[in-house]
């Protein structure tokens, strides 16, 4: 049975909060907020946190300034998932990626649909992994967050979490680099 192991410790991770808008501010931003206070609240260390627009060259440039950072084990990013013509996160993670984490897209439409029916075909939530850091980009509604979080990343992001978890196998997603994999 899925679940927490009560006798494996918790390791906190640091993580980075990127909200994609072109009209929100430190102030206004609901859905970054739900974020940190979800990791926080988690036990897990806000390393940094930023807004940019919704351009792809300030997206992909915030993301690769946070994969080069070594302090950095996970980026998780609101905003610019869906299908109008501003809506341009997924493209610019795409340009990051080494690897895409097909599931959780999926799974993340199967957790909203359960909640918002059909309306959930417009988000195009992805995630990946670049030079060991993971990514995931969730749409920008506070209750997508809310459910991304409570729902998926909650139990991924835990040491603890049985049978498997994204953070017992950080240590390896650089093994095809050899000796240069994060420290």
């Given amino acids: 049975m899925p679940g927490i192991d009560e006798s494996r410790p918790f390791v906190p ?5 990127l909200t994609v808008s072109d009209s929100r501010t430190l102030e206004t931003d609901r859905s970054g907020d739900t974020l940190v206070q979800r990791l926080t609240g988690a036990g897990h260390l806000l390393a940094d946190r930023a807004i940019v627009k919704d351009e792809v060259p300030a997206i992909v440039e915030r993301l690769r300034g946070w994969i080069a950072d070594d302090g950095i084990e996970v980026v998780i990013a609101t905003g610019g998932t869906g299908v109008t013509g501003r809506d341009v996160t997924p493209e610019a993670f795409e340009q990051v990626y080494e690897k895409r984490i097909e599931g959780f897209g999926e799974l993340f439409r199967w957790l909203s649909f359960q909640k918002i029916g059909t309306s959930t075909i417009q988000s195009r939530a ?20 809310k459910d991304a979080w409570d729902d998926i990343l909650v139990h991924q992001l835990d040491f603890r979490y049985r049978p498997c978890n994204f953070v017992e196998i950080l240590p390896r997603l650089r093994e095809h680099e050899g000796a240069r994999g994060k420290v």
């Fill in 13 to 17: 991770v640091h993580i980075a909060v």
């Fill in 126 to 145: 992805t995630a990946g992994v670049a030079r060991g850091t993971y990514l995931f980009a969730l749409p920008g509604s506070t209750g997508a967050c």
